[in-house]
């Protein structure tokens, strides 16, 4: 009997040591819930991005525990290591002083929309001279586009605002990620779908990263598993699965 509890407990440490080596390390993933569809609390997993980036950690091993907080937050808690993974950043040489970024995941179009019965087409900088040009307030575009001084910007607080100023011709034009264009047009604007045109040629296009917080050490580690994950849910048509999902 004592060698059948011996025997026992032996096995139990041994389930006890499996168990431990197989459990997800936890991550504080953060994300500024504002940036629909790419991510939002009330979509549908928390969102395109999220969906793919909560995804591909698990599938790496991790435990993704998702927290909603302000840029300014965020920003500050990965430099303070208070955040592991920011899940939407693009990627600027001030970031990357605090931020481990992964490859892009997912591709950002920024794009110009006009009303359809406006002549205007778009295919260089140049272009834009003259024209009058609805932005958010400190929105990173493009630098080129946000120094020129050629280009008439008007401010303005929200993309919704700059849509309804486009359809009332207070302006010529606004920009911004192309699925949040169609994301708020088809959400807040569904009768203005039909006279408003998204400009095919981008101003420019940014790579959507995960940033890890430099403060963990095993911040590329974490990156190298991402990266691989992605290309694995690709290949195996994961990936593809959770854009339509969010279309």
């Known amino acids: 009997m004592n060698k059948l509890t011996h025997c026992l407990a032996g096995l139990l440490l041994f389930v006890g040591a499996l168990a431990h080596t197989v459990m997800a390390s936890d991550l504080k993933l953060v994300h500024s819930g504002n940036w629909q569809p790419y991510s939002g609390e009330d979509l549908p997993e928390q969102g395109l991005a999220i969906d793919l980036v909560t995804t591909a950690l698990k599938r790496a091993g991790y435990n993704p525990l998702v ?7 965020i920003l500050e808690g990965s430099k303070t290591g208070i955040y592991d993974v920011f899940a939407t950043p693009w990627y600027t040489m001030d970031r990357d002083q605090y931020l481990y970024f992964s490859q892009p995941y997912l591709e950002s179009h920024i794009c110009f929309i006009k009303r359809k ?12 001279e003259g024209m009058t040009i609805g932005v958010i307030q400190d929105y990173a575009y493009d630098e ?4 020129s001084p050629a280009i008439e910007k008007v401010r303005a607080s929200s993309l919704l605002e700059n849509l309804q100023k486009l359809i009332g011709k207070e302006i010529d034009l606004t920009l911004d990620d192309e699925r949040v264009l169609r994301y708020q047009i088809n959400r807040f604007m569904p009768g203005n779908r039909e006279n408003l045109e998204i400009l095919d040629k981008p101003l420019v296009v940014r790579g959507v990263n995960i940033g890890v917080s430099r403060k963990n050490p095993d911040h590329k580690k974490i990156v190298a598993d991402f990266n691989n994950a992605i290309a694995a849910m690709k290949q195996d048509g994961t990936y593809d699965s959770i854009l339509k999902k969010h279309e």
Do not use: I, M
């Not at 927290?67 to 937050?73: A, I, N």
């Not at 019965?117 to 140049?126: I, K, L, R, T, V």
């Open 144 to 147: 080129d586009f946000n120094q």
């Open 67 to 73: 927290r909603v907080d302000s840029l300014e937050q």
């Open 117 to 128: 019965d406006s002549p205007f087409e778009y295919a260089g900088f140049d272009d834009l």
